[in-house]
């Protein structure tokens, strides 16, 4: 213990003597105040040389216990200041040495403490960075890479601005281009790659030069044909980088095989662990979307998923520290196996692969090997062995990945399961075992998931979702496999966990906003309460717990908390190593409110259930008047919410129990009004007893088409000089032609039929759905067929979109009947379906009738404009092609997005606002409301980002009598107004414009106090 005192006194007394001999080097130099600031100067290299070694040696004094040590907090100012000092005169004699002591600087220092320094270091050593001489370059570039690590968000916005003053990623890319072509050190390439990575990765802003650029981008690829391994994780990194932008993971996939390829051979275990991890955050950047995954899979799908498998079970093969270094290798390995959230064949290659030996292994450290004949053991003895196995678990932290990897492996699993498809069947049965005691677990916790620490509360929804997830597998094997041990681990206290989840859903505080523990305690009920609904033995509880649900879900009001799964699954959150930009991928198909979502699967099972029983007292609750309304009228609302994809599917499939069937939307509420209009029919059905329907050929093109003959020509679908006439029996549906359908064919369910066509949703009383459901099932109506049937819908089953869209293509059978002429144009214009040489659009005067109002008078007016062929809109193009697409999908195409939009120049975005403000002027002047706010919501948030063109819409929207455009392009010219005003560009607006601004000046001088 004394000799440890008199080393720690000496190394003290050293500390003391080098601070001493740091003052008196400091003192050597001029110090000056440079405004608020204080700076040091010294244009004396010799002397500089002596204060960078008097700071090196100090710093190299400081051990980590120390660096919190006082002599270094007060010196810190000083010694940052000599070093700007020094980096500003550029010297190539005392750079480097002056970089090297950066790095050590921040290296000791508290990172706290560093960031108020951060700035003024940046500044020179942004410029030293792209310097051409490699001996300045290198050392200021990983002095940068350094600081820009251990920059904090707060000093995010500050230190961007140096960075963007000097053009810092134009000259990174400039000079990496210009180190392609020509023999430079590889350090000096990787130091630039490493530098540029780091800067995307911190501001996505910066993303959009790199993979905007077609030569950067070939440039990369070139060196991914046979990269040089030293520069491995550069490259990986650089790509993870730029494939954290939508775009740019888009433009990387592009260049398919080879850039893809090498991320894939990095991945392989013949790397070093370091390369492996950057490959495996690359591919997790490249597939978070359904899209990129099943890209990158149509390509390597199999050496991916051998990678994956590879890198999760390694662990297993070392020992002691070993085993410990390949932890973050598994863990980026089970991020990215969540892939199998999505579909395509790599399910199958997991399965191949022996995942389920990995997740063994994972879950059950010491069950491999053990128990080989594990599945041939009596149930009882099969849960046992599981729980004993399932306490020791050295890698607690992944158990969330395995089992949300096991639930969406089992959900997706193919009908035609075999048992035999893995070399050991204990394995599955196993972990089938392991799920449903943790299960058990769960549900005996109750009321005390609250009182756990966070983290375990959250953990437990993924082990109490999996079993879910197994026991409703399209696979009956999993399912009869996963219901059969459920039902064994339940006993002897199913009944009481059951009763206390039931408890836990009729307590009054579960219907009120909660800290999230308590909501995912809610959601792990609603799941558990699912489970024992799928469960034979629990049949008793059937109408307790739908009265319950249905309480749950009706006493919810519009206000109460909504969360994503991804809120609450920390797994889930954004492992990603830098922000996301640009990525507009829709919800899981939980939704946003996962608690909704449960809520209304646990119904659906529970009616589901009740419905097929005698006694139906649950029927008997629904169908009683007051709570149907209300129910149904909730359930509509639900089905309308974009949002929820999976709770549209299960409020759909309620309501198939109050004879509603379909998917209710805003497009089908209007296109329903033009059902039983003769006006602009096209086409006749007959049946066999003589009675027709007269149909517009357009809604069966695209919703329909099974019901028109394959092999017919139709004349009206094609538009030349000598079809521009006023023809207008033609046009009101006077000739239609005829399509004769089968005596099969009966006339009250061909009109339930048509009525889903035409509006997307139908009601059907029962002695009509069973004729219904096989017509829906030879037209090709799967959707309808399926709540025809109420089959509980399956995991991520799609909502048929109701787009009339592709009405717009070209081909036959288009049943055009009108064009649309937008103002002239000074581009020449041909078009492949006619011969007019003007901007237009050939569409269908049935869905014009339907969508306005203003169009629906005037093709009835029998004016002019009624009888004509060509109608004349007077907005451009662009604006008209916005609207058509409204009038076709009751969505209004936005301009581009995120990186896109905020690289595009001022003129093209002016262009584009400028647009909206025309549409909507014509949706004021047509009666279009929807139309009208949209453009209002497009218009707003754009000038958001682009404020400096506040001046010129404002003017636009006052030449056009769009008053509230106006006044919120007045609210965003507010906080600029005197700097405007004293520059004359406020010259160009009248008084009342200005004055306009300047109460919204005021209003906003009022509100900040």
Known sequence: MKASKRRADTRGSQLNTLHHRLRDALNLCTRYRDGSRMRWECRDIETQRHVLRSIVAFLDCVSEEASSNPLLKDSAEDIVRALVGILHQKSEATTSIAADAVCKLASVLITSILQPYLPDLVHPLSCLSISPQLQVAIPSSRALSILLSNLSKKKENEVWEVLDKEDITTHLIKNILDFSASTSSNVYFQEMLALLAIILLRWPQSRYQVWSNVRFMNMLEDFCVNPDPSLGVALLKLNSAIALCSYGAKTILEHGETIVGAMVRFMGSSNPLSVRIEGFKLAQCLMLTEQGCSRVVSMFCEPIVEAIVCAMIEWKLKEGKGANDQIPLMHEACRLAMITRWPGKHHLYFWKKGIDKVLVDILLPNFVGKYPSYHTYPLEEQIAIARENLIDNPVLVLRPYVWDILGWLAIRYAEDYDPKFSENEAHFDVLTAAACVAFEDIMGRGNQLCHDDVISTFRSESAARVVLMMIFSSCKYISSKARSMLCEVLNPNGERYLKQLLYTLKSPSSGVNLGMPNLVHIVISLIGLTCYLALPHYEGFIVESSKTLLSYMMGRSSESFCIPRSNYALHLKSNLPGRACCFFHPEEWEGKDVILFHNLWALSLSIHHSGSKSNCSVMAVLQTENVRTELVNKLLEICKDTSNCGARWFASYILTYFSYFGFPSE???????????????????????????????????????????????????????????????????????????????????????????????????????????????????????????????????????????????????????????????????????????????????????????????????????????????????????????????????????????????????????????????????????????????????????????????????????????????????????????????????????????????????????
């Not at 033609?730 to 004769?740: C, D, L, M, T």
């Not at 339930?752 to 997307?760: A, I, N, Q, T």
């Not at 214009?829 to 169009?855: A, D, F, G, K, N």
């Not at 647009?915 to 000038?943: H, K, M, P, T």
């Open 667 to 1009: 497009l089908g509420v209007k296109i329903g009004k033009a059902f039983n209009q003769e006006d602009y029919a096209d086409i006749e059905l007959i049946l066999a007893d003589g009675t027709s329907f007269s149909i517009h050929g357009v809604l069966l093109m695209v919703r329909c088409p099974s019901l028109l003959p394959p092999e017919q020509h139709f004349d009206k679908g094609t538009f030349d000089d000598s079809s521009v006439t006023n023809d207008s029996d033609n046009w009101h549906g006077k000739f239609r032609k005829e399509i004769r359908l089968s005596s099969h064919v009966n006339r009250l369910e061909l009109e339930k039929l048509l009525e889903y066509v035409y509006s997307g949703s139908v009601q059907a009383e029962e002695n009509t759905v069973k004729r219904l459901k096989i017509l829906a099932r030879h037209c090709g109506l799967h959707h309808l067929s399926e709540l025809l049937s109420r089959r509980i819908p399956e995991w991520a089953t799609d909502i048929p979109s109701f787009d009339l869209k592709s009405a717009l293509g070209q081909g036959r059978n288009t049943f055009w009947d009108i064009i649309l002429e937008s103002k002239a144009t000074e581009l020449s214009w041909t078009c492949s379906i006619c011969s007019m040489s003007v901007p237009h659009m050939h569409v269908h005067r049935i869905i014009l009738w339907v969508s306005c109002e203003y169009l629906q008078a005037l093709l009835q007016s029998g004016m002019r404009e009624s009888q004509s062929q060509i109608l004349k809109v007077p907005v451009s193009w662009e604006a008209l092609v916005k609207l058509v697409g409204w009038f076709y999908s009751s969505e209004l195409p936005e301009p581009q997005g995120g990186c896109l939009w905020s690289n595009m120049g001022a003129k093209e975005k002016l262009h584009q606002l400028e647009l909206y403000v025309e549409l909507s002027w014509l949706a004021d002047f047509w009666l279009l409301e929807d139309i009208q706010e949209a453009c209002f919501r497009i218009v707003d948030n754009g000038l958001c980002s682009a404020m400096h063109l506040s001046v010129k819409i404002l003017q636009m929207a006052a030449n056009l009598s769009q008053w509230k455009l106006a006044e919120a392009a007045a609210n965003h010219v507010a906080p600029s107004y005197r700097q405007l005003h004293e520059s004359g560009e406020l010259d160009e607006l009248d008084e009342t414009l200005i004055e306009m601004v300047r109460a919204a000046s005021v209003r906003l001088s009022q509100s900040r106090g």
